[in-house]
């Protein structure tokens, strides 16, 4: 049981580190899983479950902490990744320019009307207040 304990510990440490023996590129989706452990160690499962439970929380802390590293070409994926989220952001940049402008042209529109629209209540305000002053009455000589 003690060799066995010792082939899950070094197999958990291979697939935490990223450096499989066994799986090789048939390792799918470099999941830590109990089926992926078993076939690193080359162990049963049911060896797992039955006598080496402790393993079994050793794997639920390395879930936690992470997935494994890709260590063949992860460099390039993160720089592929990178320039996909700036070209994106570029684009979003673009879009945002455009919009931004159409609304300051909007904007500089509207203040122009408010602008008219003052002037134009200014002078109704004017020619509502000579309509509203008191008429001086001439008595007429007849």
């Known amino acids: 049981m003690q060799a066995t304990a ?35 160690a080359g162990v049963a499962r049911n060896a797992i479950y039955t006598n080496h439970r402790d393993i079994l929380d050793d794997l639920a802390r390395a879930r936690k902490r992470g997935a494994i590293p890709d260590r063949l ?12 989220v700036i070209g994106d952001m570029q684009l979003q940049i673009r879009q945002l320019v455009t919009e931004n402008a159409g609304l300051l042209r909007r904007a500089v529109e509207a203040e122009r ?27 007429t000589n007849a």
């Open 113 to 139: 009307l408010a602008e008219m629209a003052d002037r134009r209540n200014a002078q109704l305000t004017k020619q509502i207040d000579v309509l509203r002053r008191p008429a001086v009455l001439r008595p």
């Open 73 to 84: 070409g992860s460099v390039e994926h993160k720089v592929a990744e990178q320039r996909a």
């Open 6 to 40: 010792d082939k899950l510990g070094a197999a958990l440490d291979r697939l935490v580190r990223g450096a499989p023996e066994r799986l090789a590129s048939t390792y799918p989706g470099r999941r830590l899983t109990v089926a992926a452990l078993a076939r690193e």
